[in-house]
């Protein structure tokens, strides 16, 4: 008896005994972008025609891509001080992720 709520209280531990895992940049990129992107670029990247493309993007474009999200470019609005450097970096992992080369 003694041995099986020794058992029992080991496994209502587990959970907390699991070592937190940390976010890998594209699982952080694909957050990001569900919240602030997906709403005009289309949910999970699927480009829904009314703004721009972004599995377009070549691995070498990724100035461009920085410079337009944190300026704008015509509809869309300038993300500088609303995203960090850091999160930027985490979106374009998950750009580059699914582009088309
Ligand atoms: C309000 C709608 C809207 C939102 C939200 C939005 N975009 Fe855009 N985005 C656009 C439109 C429209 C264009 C096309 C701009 C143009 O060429 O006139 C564009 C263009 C771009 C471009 C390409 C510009 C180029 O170099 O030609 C990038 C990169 C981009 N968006 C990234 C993002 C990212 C990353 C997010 C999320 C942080 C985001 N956008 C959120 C509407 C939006």
């Known amino acids: 008896m003694l041995r099986l709520s020794a058992l029992i209280a080991a496994l209502a531990l ?9 976010q890998t940049p594209l699982e ?6 569900a919240k602030k992107c997906s ?3 289309g949910a999970r990247l699927r480009n829904p025609g009314t703004s721009f493309d972004l599995k377009k993007l070549k691995a070498d ?3 461009r891509f920085e410079k337009s999200v944190l ?5 869309m609005p300038p ?10 970096g985490q979106l374009w992992a998950y750009v580059r992720e699914y582009a088309y080369e």
């Open 79 to 88: 993300w500088r001080g609303a995203l960090s450097e850091e999160q930027i």
């Open 14 to 22: 587990l959970p907390f005994m699991a070592p937190a895992r940390a």
């Open 28 to 33: 952080a990129g694909a957050r990001i972008y």
């Open 61 to 63: 474009e990724r100035a």
């Open 39 to 41: 709403e005009c670029h």
């Open 71 to 75: 300026d704008g470019k015509g509809q």
